[in-house]
């Protein structure tokens, strides 16, 4: 048998005259992700990607999970292919899926027929390959409403295609084609689940991070590294820039008014990560920031972060509770990670009580008391360093 994978579009096959270059861009996506497996052949056709090992050595299982874990595609399938004569689709069914229908006791058949050279209808299809499989497996009943298993024959311009029920994919748009942003990466549970939810509209991202030490520890920027790593599945390969903090964290702790020192700290960095974005590129600033889950994160607090650099900023959790942001983070595998209790510069110097409704024009004055403030940025943002992330690397932290 020869045994294939499919990709199926979702919103990408809502699109219009562009659609071609959302397609382009996901073959291009799934070449890279399954070129270290051996040779492929991918192609599109009739809003399906196909991708046919030319090897009898590839892992399918590892190609399979890879695909499932790419934006773009909204469910996936593991199907064999031959020729589209009723009799061998009847014994490839049988062959393929047969071990599947030993262990349940209601089943279905669907087809669905693209090729309409093909003799016998969907209907006809699906009641005679029924019948087929009752008869080898007799203890079964068919169930259409609610079947514990689903076989599955698509009869399309290039054979007939036989799986059992498809694995919902990533869905959302392939990366890269809504632009490139930089997303500012904590220690912590929000920022992962950001980046993901960014790339999966599209977005091909960034990381910055910024590090204090000695009050952060080279553990706590190894946690940074191996959650970017973990999101590389999802987003792709990256540039992780660590940024040395402490020069412009101790500043503002010296030379400001405790209760602002959240708001002002949150604009600097705003303002670094501005920098590092147009130098590398990119469009926008992602957060992982949720309404009111701290007091840097009130109404007002947002509007004085925002007012400190020009760039889009991206709050894809902007409106989420903690617990949906968990579940989000347990399903992409990061929650483990973030939970490690290693501190990050935003828990260092925070204040016992900070101002959840500042104004911006306390925030201005304050800043305006901090004349070296902008060349402590500039050093910190020109100093950052450069890791690269490649999608498939060893997560190196435990």
Do not use: W
């Not at 090897?55 to 593991?78: H, N, P, Q, W």
């Not at 799986?163 to 990366?175: D, F, T, Y």
């Not at 700290?265 to 590398?280: E, G, L, Q, Y």
């Amino acid at each position: 048998m020869k045994e294939v994978l499919m990709g199926y579009q979702g919103e990408m096959s809502l699109k219009g005259l562009n659609k071609n270059q959302f397609e382009s861009a996901l073959l291009k996506i799934l070449r890279y992700r399954l070129k270290d497996l051996g040779p492929f052949r991918i192609y599109c056709a009739q809003s399906t990607f196909y991708m046919e090992p030319q090897s009898d050595e590839i892992d399918m299982d590892t190609a399979y999970d890879r695909v499932s874990k790419v934006f773009g595609l909204a469910a996936v399938s593991r199907s064999v292919v031959c020729e589209k004569d009723f009799a061998v689709i009847c014994r490839t069914a049988e062959e393929y899926l047969g071990e599947n229908l030993r262990t349940v006791k209601t089943f279905k058949v669907e087809a669905r027929r693209s090729d309409k050279n093909f003799p016998m209808k969907s209907p006809e299809l699906m009641r005679e390959l029924g019948a087929y499989l009752l008869e080898r497996h007799n203890y079964l009943r068919v169930d259409v409403h609610q079947p514990q298993f689903k076989v599955i024959v698509e009869i399309r311009d290039y054979g007939a295609y036989i799986h059992g029920p498809k694995k919902p994919g990533a869905g959302g748009l392939p990366v890269g084609t809504s632009g490139r942003a930089l997303n500012l990466l904590s220690g912590g549970i929000d920022s992962p689940v950001a980046a993901y939810r960014m790339a999966k509209r599209g977005l091909a991202l960034h990381h910055v991070h910024f590090a204090s030490p000695p009050y952060t520890s080279e553990r706590a920027r190894l946690k940074v590294k191996a959650l970017a790593q973990l999101t590389s599945v999802y987003t792709g390969g990256c540039t992780l820039y660590v940024v040395p903090y402490t020069k412009p964290q101790e500043y503002i702790r010296d030379n400001a008014p405790s209760m602002l020192f959240t708001v002002l700290m949150r604009r600097s960095m705003m303002r670094i990560a501005n920098a590092i974005a147009r130098h590398t590129g990119c469009e926008a600033l992602v957060t992982g920031e949720s309404l009111a889950q701290v007091a840097s994160q009130t109404v007002q607090a947002l509007q004085c972060t925002d007012t400190a650099q020009d760039l889009p900023v991206l709050r894809p959790l902007i409106g989420l509770d903690k617990t949906e942001i968990i579940e989000t983070a347990r399903a992409i595998g990061t929650f483990e990670t973030s939970i490690l209790p290693y501190e990050d510069c935003c828990t260092i110097f925070t204040p016992p009580h900070p101002k959840i409704r500042p104004e911006l024009a306390e925030i201005l004055a304050a800043e305006a008391s901090m004349p070296e403030l902008a060349a402590l940025e500039e050093q910190a943002a020109r100093n950052a360093e450069k890791i690269r992330i490649r999608i498939g690397d060893e997560v190196d932290f435990e």
